[in-house]
C-alpha cells in the first residue's frame, strides 16, 4: 500500500490530536521568529500551525495525504493563519534547495518507506547554519510498549531506526544530537484509547484486519499493556509518554 492510501486508513485527525502536544512544544522550544520553515509530513498541520502562531516568517506544510492536508488547512483558516499546503512525499520535495532555515518533523518522516532519503531531503531543504529538527516515539513507555505487543504478531515486521540513538545516528549520521522529552496524555481509559486506535490509528487498524479472529487476544494485550503505563487522576487516565527530538545542524 502506497503512504497516500496508508494515511487515508481510519482518521490522523483525531488520533493523531491525542499526541498533538510534541509538535506544539517543539515550535515553542525552538526560536522560529522570522524563521522560512517547512514541516514535512505535516498530517493536520499541528507543528506548521504552531510555527506560525510563534511568528515564523513563512511556513511551508508537506504531505502526501490531500484529506490531511485539507484539514491541515480547515485548522490554520480557521486560526487566520496564512500557511503553504503541499503535496508531495517527504523523500522528494518539489522545493528548491536551502528553502528553509528550519525543517521540522514531528512522528512523520521517521515513517518514511526510505528513510536516509527522507533525511538527506530535509538536509537539503535547509539553509546553511539552519537545522533539520524531528522527533520519533522512545523505546520505552506507551508507544514503545504498544509496537512492541503488536511486533510479537507480526514477527517479520523489521525493527524500527527511529527507536534509538545508535539507529537514529545510523540514518541520520554520527552528528545528530538526540534528547528526551515527555508530554502528558490523557484519555478517559486504557479501554477507551485502545478503542480510538482501532477506529481511528491506519496502522492498528490494518493490523486488526490483518490479525482477523486473533484480533481480540492481540486487543486485550494492549488494553493491559496501556493500563500498566500510566494511572488514574481525576477521573481520567494519565500517561507520561517519551519520545525522542532529534537535531541536525546544517
Known amino acids: 500500500m502506497d503512504p497516500s492510501s496508508f494515511w487515508r486508513v481510519g482518521d490522523y485527525g483525531i488520533v493523531g490530536d491525542l499526541w498533538a502536544a510534541p509538535g506544539r512544544d517543539l515550535a515553542a522550544a525552538l526560536d522560529v521568529r522570522g524563521l522560512d520553515t517547512i514541516d514535512l509530513a505535516t498530517g493536520t498541520g499541528v507543528t506548521a500551525i504552531a510555527l506560525a502562531r510563534h511568528g515564523a516568517a513563512s511556513v511551508v506544510g508537506v504531505d502526501i495525504t ?41 512522528f512523520g518522516l521517521v515513517f518514511a518507506a526510505e528513510p536516509r532519503r527522507a533525511v538527506a531531503e530535509a538536509v537539503r531543504l535547509t539553509r546553511p547554519g539552519g537545522q533539520v529538527v524531528f522527533t520519533s516515539w522512545s523505546p520505552d513507555g506507551l508507544f514503545g510498549e504498544v509496537r512492541r505487543t503488536m511486533a510479537a504478531h507480526f514477527p517479520e515486521a523489521p525493527a524500527p531506526w527511529h527507536e534509538s540513538e545508535a539507529g537514529i545516528r545510523e540514518v541520520a549520521g554520527p552528528l545528530a544530537a538526540v534528547t528526551e522529552r515527555h508530554f502528558e496524555l490523557v484519555v478517559a481509559s486504557p479501554e477507551t484509547f485502545v478503542a480510538q486506535m482501532e477506529q481511528w490509528s491506519a496502522p492498528i487498524v490494518l493490523a486488526a484486519r490483518s490479525l482477523g479472529d486473533r484480533w481480540p487476544a492481540a486487543r486485550g494485550q494492549l488494553v ?19 519520545y525522542l527530538v532529534t537535531t541536525l545542524r546544517r
Request: proline residues 8%; without cysteine.
Open 66 to 106: 490531500p484529506p490531511l492536508l485539507a484539514e491541515a488547512a480547515r485548522r490554520a483558516e480557521a486560526a487566520s493563519l496564512r500557511i503553504t499546503w503541499l503535496e508531495a512525499d517527504v523523500t522528494s520535495v518539489p522545493l528548491p534547495g536551502a528553502s528553509a532555515d528550519l525543517v521540522t518533523s514531528t
Open 224 to 242: 493491559d499493556v496501556v493500563t500498566g503505563t500510566g494511572a488514574v487522576v481525576r477521573d481520567t487516565f494519565r500517561v507520561q509518554v517519551p
